[in-house]
Protein backbone atom coordinates (compact mmCIF):
# COMPACT_ATOMS: atom_id res chain seq x y z
CA UNK A 1 0.00 0.00 0.00
CA UNK A 2 1.37 3.77 -0.83
CA UNK A 3 -0.41 6.32 1.60
CA UNK A 4 1.84 9.08 0.34
CA UNK A 5 0.35 12.21 -1.05
CA UNK A 6 2.29 15.13 -3.22
CA UNK A 7 0.68 18.37 -2.26
CA UNK A 8 2.66 21.73 -4.08
CA UNK A 9 5.83 19.40 -4.89
CA UNK A 10 5.66 18.55 -0.99
CA UNK A 11 5.04 14.61 -0.41
CA UNK A 12 3.85 13.46 2.63
CA UNK A 13 4.35 10.31 3.96
CA UNK A 14 0.34 9.92 4.79
CA UNK A 15 -2.58 12.30 3.86
CA UNK A 16 -3.63 13.06 7.77
CA UNK A 17 -2.16 16.35 9.51
CA UNK A 18 -3.23 18.04 12.41
CA UNK A 19 -5.83 21.18 12.62
CA UNK A 20 -3.90 24.86 13.39
CA UNK A 21 -4.93 25.85 17.06
CA UNK A 22 -5.78 22.38 18.20
CA UNK A 23 -2.66 21.25 18.61
CA UNK A 24 -0.17 23.47 19.75
CA UNK A 25 3.21 23.25 17.90
CA UNK A 26 3.01 19.48 18.18
CA UNK A 27 5.31 19.52 21.77
CA UNK A 28 2.18 19.96 23.40
CA UNK A 29 0.87 16.53 22.28
CA UNK A 30 4.27 14.60 21.49
CA UNK A 31 3.72 12.88 25.12
CA UNK A 32 0.69 10.96 23.53
CA UNK A 33 0.95 11.22 20.12
CA UNK A 34 4.24 10.14 18.32
CA UNK A 35 4.72 12.92 15.38
CA UNK A 36 6.45 10.42 13.28
CA UNK A 37 3.43 8.85 12.53
CA UNK A 38 1.63 12.16 11.12
CA UNK A 39 1.78 13.62 7.34
CA UNK A 40 2.51 17.15 8.72
CA UNK A 41 2.23 18.96 12.03
CA UNK A 42 0.33 22.21 11.68
CA UNK A 43 0.94 24.70 14.14
CA UNK A 44 -0.93 27.25 16.22
CA UNK A 45 -1.51 30.25 14.76
CA UNK A 46 2.19 32.46 14.48
CA UNK A 47 2.28 36.44 14.27
CA UNK A 48 4.99 39.35 13.95
CA UNK A 49 4.36 40.06 17.57
CA UNK A 50 2.79 38.20 20.87
CA UNK A 51 -0.38 38.27 20.56
CA UNK A 52 -2.67 37.68 24.02
CA UNK A 53 -5.85 36.96 22.80
CA UNK A 54 -9.39 37.16 23.72
CA UNK A 55 -10.76 37.77 27.26
CA UNK A 56 -12.23 34.77 28.88
CA UNK A 57 -14.12 32.80 29.27
CA UNK A 58 -13.64 31.92 26.07
CA UNK A 59 -14.21 28.14 25.20
CA UNK A 60 -17.74 26.57 25.72
CA UNK A 61 -19.01 23.30 24.82
CA UNK A 62 -21.86 22.93 22.92
CA UNK A 63 -23.94 19.82 21.52
CA UNK A 64 -21.98 18.43 18.78
CA UNK A 65 -19.03 20.16 19.46
CA UNK A 66 -17.14 22.98 20.86
CA UNK A 67 -17.29 27.46 20.88
CA UNK A 68 -13.93 29.02 20.64
CA UNK A 69 -12.81 32.48 20.94
CA UNK A 70 -9.13 32.09 21.63
CA UNK A 71 -8.23 34.71 19.44
CA UNK A 72 -5.14 33.38 17.98
CA UNK A 73 -2.81 33.73 21.34
CA UNK A 74 0.68 32.98 20.27
CA UNK A 75 4.07 33.77 21.50
CA UNK A 76 5.10 35.21 18.28
CA UNK A 77 7.63 34.63 15.49
CA UNK A 78 10.86 35.39 17.83
CA UNK A 79 9.90 32.68 20.45
CA UNK A 80 8.70 30.13 17.67
CA UNK A 81 11.50 30.29 15.56
CA UNK A 82 13.95 29.90 18.30
CA UNK A 83 11.80 27.15 20.51
CA UNK A 84 9.20 25.52 18.34
CA UNK A 85 10.81 24.69 15.17
CA UNK A 86 14.17 22.90 16.33
CA UNK A 87 11.58 20.97 18.31
CA UNK A 88 9.72 19.69 15.20
CA UNK A 89 12.95 19.15 13.09
CA UNK A 90 13.55 15.88 15.17
CA UNK A 91 10.69 14.30 14.19
CA UNK A 92 10.13 12.29 10.33
CA UNK A 93 7.03 14.93 9.78
CA UNK A 94 6.12 17.99 7.41
CA UNK A 95 6.25 21.40 9.11
CA UNK A 96 3.06 23.66 8.56
CA UNK A 97 3.22 27.10 9.82
CA UNK A 98 0.11 28.86 10.01
CA UNK A 99 0.48 32.54 9.55
CA UNK A 100 -2.14 35.09 11.06
CA UNK A 101 -2.13 38.66 11.34
CA UNK A 102 -3.98 41.85 11.56
CA UNK A 103 -2.59 43.49 8.35
CA UNK A 104 -1.19 42.55 5.00
CA UNK A 105 2.35 44.29 6.37
CA UNK A 106 2.00 41.55 9.38
CA UNK A 107 1.33 38.09 7.57
CA UNK A 108 4.46 39.57 5.12
CA UNK A 109 6.42 40.08 7.89
CA UNK A 110 5.93 36.20 8.91
CA UNK A 111 6.03 35.06 5.82
CA UNK A 112 9.60 36.83 4.92
CA UNK A 113 11.27 35.26 8.28
CA UNK A 114 10.15 32.30 7.59
CA UNK A 115 11.63 32.51 3.87
CA UNK A 116 14.92 30.56 5.15
CA UNK A 117 13.90 28.59 7.39
CA UNK A 118 13.14 24.35 7.51
CA UNK A 119 9.64 24.48 7.40
CA UNK A 120 7.44 22.87 4.15
CA UNK A 121 4.40 24.59 4.00
CA UNK A 122 2.80 28.09 4.93
CA UNK A 123 -1.17 28.00 6.55
CA UNK A 124 -2.54 31.32 5.41
CA UNK A 125 -5.15 31.83 8.20
CA UNK A 126 -7.38 34.24 6.64
CA UNK A 127 -10.50 33.14 8.30
CA UNK A 128 -10.24 33.11 11.98
CA UNK A 129 -13.95 34.08 12.85
CA UNK A 130 -12.96 35.75 16.48
CA UNK A 131 -10.05 38.23 15.66
CA UNK A 132 -12.35 41.64 14.88
CA UNK A 133 -9.36 42.94 12.70
CA UNK A 134 -7.94 41.96 9.34
CA UNK A 135 -8.88 38.24 9.22
CA UNK A 136 -12.60 38.59 8.36
CA UNK A 137 -12.59 40.92 5.84
CA UNK A 138 -9.18 39.42 4.34
CA UNK A 139 -11.56 35.61 4.62
CA UNK A 140 -14.79 37.30 3.47
CA UNK A 141 -14.54 39.17 0.41
CA UNK A 142 -13.32 37.30 -3.00
CA UNK A 143 -11.30 41.06 -4.34
CA UNK A 144 -9.56 40.84 -0.70
CA UNK A 145 -8.68 37.24 -0.31
CA UNK A 146 -6.98 37.63 -3.77
CA UNK A 147 -5.10 40.90 -2.98
CA UNK A 148 -3.50 39.05 0.07
CA UNK A 149 -3.26 35.83 -1.38
CA UNK A 150 -1.71 37.54 -4.31
CA UNK A 151 0.94 39.65 -2.49
CA UNK A 152 2.01 36.59 0.21
CA UNK A 153 3.10 34.55 -3.13
CA UNK A 154 5.53 36.96 -3.91
CA UNK A 155 7.08 36.53 -0.73
CA UNK A 156 6.62 33.36 -0.06
CA UNK A 157 9.62 30.76 -0.63
CA UNK A 158 7.67 27.93 0.28
CA UNK A 159 4.40 26.41 -1.15
CA UNK A 160 0.73 28.62 0.14
CA UNK A 161 -2.15 27.15 1.57
CA UNK A 162 -4.93 29.85 1.96
CA UNK A 163 -7.14 28.97 4.55
CA UNK A 164 -10.48 29.47 3.96
CA UNK A 165 -13.70 30.65 5.81
CA UNK A 166 -17.32 28.63 5.85
CA UNK A 167 -18.81 31.96 6.30
CA UNK A 168 -19.12 32.60 3.12
CA UNK A 169 -21.98 32.76 0.59
CA UNK A 170 -20.20 30.83 -2.27
CA UNK A 171 -16.89 29.06 -1.15
CA UNK A 172 -16.79 28.06 -4.87
CA UNK A 173 -16.37 31.69 -5.29
CA UNK A 174 -13.92 32.09 -3.00
CA UNK A 175 -11.78 29.32 -3.66
CA UNK A 176 -11.51 30.64 -7.32
CA UNK A 177 -10.21 33.75 -5.84
CA UNK A 178 -7.95 31.91 -4.10
CA UNK A 179 -6.81 30.18 -6.88
CA UNK A 180 -6.30 32.90 -9.33
CA UNK A 181 -4.08 34.93 -7.01
CA UNK A 182 -1.50 31.86 -7.53
CA UNK A 183 -2.08 29.63 -4.07
CA UNK A 184 -1.04 26.58 -4.15
CA UNK A 185 -2.95 25.01 -2.39
CA UNK A 186 -6.86 25.52 0.13
CA UNK A 187 -7.44 24.03 3.22
CA UNK A 188 -11.11 23.70 4.30
CA UNK A 189 -13.15 24.81 6.47
CA UNK A 190 -12.19 26.85 9.41
CA UNK A 191 -14.71 26.95 12.34
CA UNK A 192 -18.47 28.28 11.50
CA UNK A 193 -19.77 31.47 13.36
CA UNK A 194 -21.70 30.39 16.51
CA UNK A 195 -23.07 31.62 19.66
CA UNK A 196 -24.69 30.33 23.28
CA UNK A 197 -26.12 31.56 26.13
CA UNK A 198 -26.62 31.09 29.97
CA UNK A 199 -30.40 31.06 30.05
CA UNK A 200 -29.87 31.45 33.94
CA UNK A 201 -27.84 34.09 34.04
CA UNK A 202 -28.91 35.23 30.83
CA UNK A 203 -25.45 36.35 29.89
CA UNK A 204 -23.50 35.62 26.56
CA UNK A 205 -21.12 32.37 28.03
CA UNK A 206 -18.25 33.20 25.91
CA UNK A 207 -16.31 37.00 26.83
CA UNK A 208 -16.18 37.75 23.13
CA UNK A 209 -20.07 36.88 22.66
CA UNK A 210 -19.12 34.69 19.59
CA UNK A 211 -16.98 32.07 18.85
CA UNK A 212 -15.97 29.80 16.36
CA UNK A 213 -17.81 26.49 16.43
CA UNK A 214 -16.52 22.91 15.46
CA UNK A 215 -16.22 19.15 16.00
CA UNK A 216 -18.79 16.65 14.53
CA UNK A 217 -21.78 18.77 13.94
CA UNK A 218 -20.21 21.08 11.51
CA UNK A 219 -18.86 17.72 9.38
CA UNK A 220 -21.56 17.86 6.86
CA UNK A 221 -21.10 21.42 6.13
CA UNK A 222 -17.07 20.94 5.58
CA UNK A 223 -17.61 17.74 3.31
CA UNK A 224 -20.00 19.67 1.01
CA UNK A 225 -17.61 22.75 0.44
CA UNK A 226 -14.66 20.51 -0.50
CA UNK A 227 -16.58 18.87 -3.22
CA UNK A 228 -17.88 21.82 -4.00
CA UNK A 229 -14.52 23.76 -4.15
CA UNK A 230 -13.18 20.26 -5.72
CA UNK A 231 -15.41 20.80 -8.80
CA UNK A 232 -13.60 24.70 -9.20
CA UNK A 233 -10.12 24.53 -8.78
CA UNK A 234 -7.40 22.02 -9.95
CA UNK A 235 -5.14 22.86 -6.79
CA UNK A 236 -4.96 20.25 -3.97
CA UNK A 237 -7.40 20.75 -1.02
CA UNK A 238 -6.64 19.73 2.64
CA UNK A 239 -10.14 18.96 4.31
CA UNK A 240 -10.81 19.48 7.62
CA UNK A 241 -14.00 20.07 9.71
CA UNK A 242 -15.46 17.15 12.58
CA UNK A 243 -13.46 14.47 11.90
CA UNK A 244 -13.21 12.17 14.21
CA UNK A 245 -12.35 9.05 12.96
CA UNK A 246 -10.97 7.09 9.63
CA UNK A 247 -14.25 7.13 8.09
CA UNK A 248 -14.77 10.96 8.42
CA UNK A 249 -11.20 11.03 6.63
CA UNK A 250 -11.90 8.80 3.93
CA UNK A 251 -15.12 11.25 3.40
CA UNK A 252 -12.89 14.51 2.51
CA UNK A 253 -10.58 12.16 0.07
CA UNK A 254 -13.76 10.69 -1.85
CA UNK A 255 -15.41 14.43 -1.70
CA UNK A 256 -12.21 15.86 -3.70
CA UNK A 257 -9.65 16.38 -0.57
CA UNK A 258 -5.88 15.48 -1.19
CA UNK A 259 -4.85 15.26 2.55
CA UNK A 260 -7.07 15.74 5.78
CA UNK A 261 -6.66 17.69 9.29
CA UNK A 262 -8.03 16.42 12.61
CA UNK A 263 -9.10 19.33 14.84
CA UNK A 264 -11.68 19.37 17.55
CA UNK A 265 -11.27 15.96 18.22
CA UNK A 266 -7.34 16.05 19.56
CA UNK A 267 -9.27 17.30 22.74
CA UNK A 268 -11.76 14.64 23.27
CA UNK A 269 -9.21 12.18 21.97
CA UNK A 270 -5.21 12.98 22.13
CA UNK A 271 -4.65 9.48 19.77
CA UNK A 272 -7.23 10.31 16.75
CA UNK A 273 -4.48 11.66 14.28
CA UNK A 274 -3.08 8.43 14.69
CA UNK A 275 -6.18 6.13 14.98
CA UNK A 276 -7.13 7.95 11.61
CA UNK A 277 -4.12 6.88 9.93
CA UNK A 278 -4.30 3.39 10.66
CA UNK A 279 -7.90 3.85 9.88
CA UNK A 280 -7.27 4.47 6.23
CA UNK A 281 -4.69 2.07 5.45
CA UNK A 282 -7.34 -0.95 7.66
CA UNK A 283 -9.74 0.82 5.14
CA UNK A 284 -7.15 0.48 1.80
CA UNK A 285 -6.56 -3.33 2.76
CA UNK A 286 -10.00 -4.30 3.08
CA UNK A 287 -10.82 -2.50 -0.43
CA UNK A 288 -7.68 -3.52 -1.95
CA UNK A 289 -6.59 -0.26 -2.62
CA UNK A 290 -2.76 0.36 -3.20
CA UNK A 291 -2.45 4.27 -3.52
CA UNK A 292 -4.39 6.64 -1.27
CA UNK A 293 -4.36 8.61 -4.32
CA UNK A 294 -6.85 6.69 -6.23
CA UNK A 295 -9.02 7.52 -3.55
CA UNK A 296 -9.31 11.31 -4.45
CA UNK A 297 -12.77 12.85 -5.75
CA UNK A 298 -13.56 8.90 -5.99
CA UNK A 299 -17.11 9.67 -5.27
CA UNK A 300 -19.24 8.24 -7.86
Do not use: H
Not at 253 to 278: D, Q
Amino acid sequence: MNTQVTIAGVTFQNPVMTASGTFGSGMEYSDFVDLNKLGAVVTKGVANVPWEGNPTPRVAEVYGGMLNAIGLQNPGIDVFVKRDIPFLQKYDTKIIVNVCGKTVEDYLEVVERLGDQPVDMLEINVSCPNVKEGAIAFGQKPESLFDITSRIKKKAKQPVIMKLSPNVTDIAEMSRAAEAAGADALSMINTITGMKIDIQKRKFVLANKTGGMSGPAIKPVAVRMVYQAAQVVKIPIIGMGGISNAEDAIEFLLAGASAVAVGAMNFVNPYTTVEVVEGIEDYMRKYGIEKVTDLIGAVE
